[in-house]
């Protein structure tokens, strides 16, 4: 059809999500219900396998994390919830190897959420998905950014058919140090027989050319891995991450393809991986390819992954989220977990027949109180006539107070040793609201992106 009018489309953050919530009735559950029907469409990012755990197997063993698993009927509640499409590329979705990444999409597509990001091959992660409505087409292109070789989808070639795996965008990191340090480096990398230059490089010895201010670390039980330990002489200290050229290269080719094909278009880039500790703003590449995507045809790109909202650039007229934060925070409740998940958390796996789920510590981000892990923020575009008009923040908590001490106001469980918090979405009330807000205009302004507190919502001014 010809390119519609008006677009609303709704963007909801990270869903770890385990438990079932349709029975839920309470006013500021049911208006976000409300707010997620009401658009043309609504795009979450699933952060979970979904699957039978009696049919399914961890994939590895030195994972320091949560082994990401819940029920497949948890597709047919994000799909009641109002969710029709969902990024699915993320750090867990092999969790649960080929097997747990197959019965993700089954469940999902059982449940009719589009899904994007892994498949069966290379070909099928990294190709757009479509969603069909009364105004158009919409298509979402998912990648992932910070899995292991393993789990990178693989095209199939000759006899060989392709490996299941993810849609990536490989990362290349090079560490700047001043000469005086990089002479260090060099003679202690000598010594213990483990220095690269571009002398002897090349392939077979690793998947990046060297320059000659460059050289690489081949760390004992990593020396057939490629492009780790990069250093660069340099003028002062910095970690620089740039878009691997063939994967930005083939994921811009699937957005200018989904441009061509579809009247909307979105990208959802997830990034577990930072430039150091984890901030406020977005490692250089992301926002490299932030601009890439919208320039190639995206409307709306969106980024997830360090469980956190972060700002908000207008980027030649279309929104660049940079931090979706989460949507659902129910981790703390998996209720099938690995051995392995025990052992790293450093539980003593000699006494499994006593190791419980409850266990703790057992999950990653929930060792103290975050002020961002537990909110985020409905995000309600507008287009007419493909450009943007209208940007809302509906302020969502997931049980806890938006404040650095972060205290449970919705709990499940008896047990005061670990309170554990709820983890379901309902619109945040007008104090914690404005809290949410108020940290996106702080964060969006370093981009020029003035974002105003009105009755409770975030509104991001858009240049008419």
Same mark, same amino acid.
């Given at each position: 059809?010809?390119?519609?009018?008006?677009?609303?489309?709704? +963007? #909801?953050?990270?869903?770890?999500?385990?438990?079932?919530?349709?029975?839920?009735?309470?006013?500021?559950?049911? /208006?976000?219900?409300?707010?997620?029907?009401?658009?043309?469409?609504?795009?979450?990012?699933? %952060?979970?396998?979904?699957?039978?755990?009696?049919?399914?197997?961890?994939?590895?063993?030195? !994972?320091?994390?949560?082994?990401?698993?819940? %029920?497949?009927?948890? #597709?047919?509640?994000?799909? =009641?919830?109002?969710?029709? &499409?969902?990024?699915?590329?993320?750090?867990?979705?092999?969790?649960?190897?080929?097997?747990?990444?197959?019965?993700? @999409?089954?469940?999902?597509?059982?449940?009719?959420?589009?899904?994007?990001?892994?498949?069966?091959?290379?070909?099928?992660?990294?190709?757009?998905?479509?969603?069909?409505?009364?105004?158009?087409?919409?298509?979402?292109?998912?990648?992932?950014?910070?899995?292991?070789?393993?789990?990178?989808?693989?095209?199939?070639?000759? *006899?060989?058919?392709?490996?299941?795996?993810?849609?990536?965008?490989?990362?290349?990191?090079?560490?700047?140090?001043?000469?005086?340090?990089?002479?260090?480096?060099?003679?202690?990398?000598?010594?213990?027989?483990?220095?690269?230059?571009?002398?002897?490089?090349?392939?077979?010895? *690793?998947?990046?050319?060297?320059?000659?201010?460059?050289?690489?670390?081949?760390?004992?039980?990593?020396?057939?891995?490629?492009?780790?330990?990069?250093?660069?002489?340099?003028?002062?200290?910095?970690?620089?991450?740039?878009?691997?050229?063939?994967?930005?290269?083939?994921?811009?080719?699937? +957005?200018?393809? /989904? #441009? /061509?094909? #579809?009247?909307?278009?979105?990208?959802?880039?997830?990034?577990?991986?930072?430039?150091?500790?984890?901030?406020?703003?977005?490692?250089?590449?992301?926002?490299?390819?932030?601009?890439?995507?919208?320039?190639?045809?995206?409307?709306?790109?969106?980024?997830?992954? !360090?469980?956190?909202?972060?700002?908000?650039?207008?980027?030649?007229?279309?929104?660049?989220?940079?931090? @979706?934060?989460?949507?659902?925070?129910?981790? %703390?409740?998996?209720?099938?977990?690995?051995?392995?998940?025990?052992?790293? !958390?450093?539980?003593?796996?000699?006494?499994?027949?006593?190791?419980?789920?409850?266990? =703790?510590?057992?999950?990653?981000? @929930?060792?103290?109180?975050?002020?961002? =892990? !537990?909110?985020?923020?409905? +995000?309600?575009?507008?287009?007419?006539?493909?450009?943007?008009?209208?940007?809302?923040?509906?302020?969502?908590?997931?049980?806890?107070?938006?404040?650095?001490?972060?205290?449970?106001?919705?709990?499940?469980?008896?047990?005061?040793?670990?309170?554990?918090?709820?983890?379901?979405?309902?619109?945040?009330?007008? &104090?914690?609201?404005?809290?949410?807000?108020?940290?996106?205009?702080?964060?969006?302004?370093?981009?020029? *992106?003035?974002?105003?507190?009105?009755?409770? &919502?975030?509104?991001?001014?858009?240049?008419?």
């Amino acid at each position: 059809m010809s390119q519609p009018l008006d677009w609303s489309i709704a +963007i #909801a953050g990270e869903c770890m999500v385990t438990r079932p919530f349709s029975m839920y009735r309470e006013e500021r559950f049911t /208006a976000l219900r409300d707010l997620l029907h009401e658009s043309d469409v609504t795009y979450a990012h699933l %952060e979970m396998n979904l699957g039978d755990h009696r049919e399914l197997h961890p994939a590895r063993g030195d !994972w320091f994390g949560s082994f990401m698993l819940a %029920e497949a009927e948890l #597709a047919d509640q994000l799909r =009641w919830l109002g969710v029709d &499409v969902v990024s699915a590329a993320n750090n867990h979705s092999l969790d649960f190897g080929e097997q747990g990444l197959a019965a993700t @999409l089954a469940s999902c597509r059982g449940a009719g959420l589009a899904t994007a990001g892994t498949g069966q091959d290379l070909d099928e992660a990294r190709r757009p998905v479509y969603v069909e409505t009364p105004q158009g087409r919409l298509a979402l292109v998912s990648l992932s950014s910070g899995n292991r070789p393993h789990e990178w989808a693989g095209r199939p070639k000759g *006899t060989m058919v392709g490996r299941p795996g993810i849609n990536p965008l490989r990362v290349d990191w090079t560490y700047h140090v001043p000469r005086d340090t990089a002479e260090q480096l060099k003679a202690a990398a000598r010594g213990l027989g483990i220095l690269r230059t571009h002398e002897n490089c090349g392939p077979g010895k *690793t998947g990046r050319v060297l320059a000659e201010d460059e050289f690489q670390y081949t760390l004992p039980g990593g020396q057939s891995a490629s492009g780790e330990l990069v250093f660069k002489e340099a003028d002062e200290f910095q970690i620089l991450s740039e878009c691997h050229p063939g994967d930005l290269e083939g994921n811009l080719r699937s +957005i200018r393809s /989904a #441009a /061509a094909l #579809a009247d909307v278009v979105m990208v959802a880039h997830h990034f577990n991986v930072s430039e150091g500790a984890r901030g406020d703003r977005p490692p250089r590449f992301v926002r490299e390819f932030a601009h890439r995507a919208i320039e190639a045809g995206a409307d709306i790109f969106v980024g997830h992954g !360090w469980h956190k909202t972060m700002g908000i650039e207008i980027h030649q007229g279309k929104p660049i989220f940079y931090g @979706l934060g989460n949507f659902f925070a129910q981790s %703390e409740f998996l209720d099938h977990v690995p051995s392995d998940a025990y052992e790293t !958390w450093g539980h003593d796996i000699d006494r499994l027949p006593t190791l419980t789920p409850d266990m =703790w510590p057992l999950h990653p981000g @929930l060792d103290g109180p975050s002020e961002t =892990w !537990w909110s985020s923020a409905v +995000i309600k575009v507008h287009l007419t006539e493909g450009r943007l008009t209208d940007v809302t923040l509906h302020p969502v908590e997931m049980g806890r107070e938006v404040t650095k001490e972060a205290k449970i106001t919705r709990s499940t469980g008896k047990s005061a040793k670990h309170p554990l918090t709820e983890g379901r979405p309902v619109l945040a009330d007008q &104090v914690n609201g404005a809290r949410v807000v108020e940290r996106y205009q702080q964060l969006s302004a370093e981009y020029g *992106t003035v974002v105003e507190l009105e009755g409770g &919502v975030g509104r991001v001014r858009v240049d008419s």
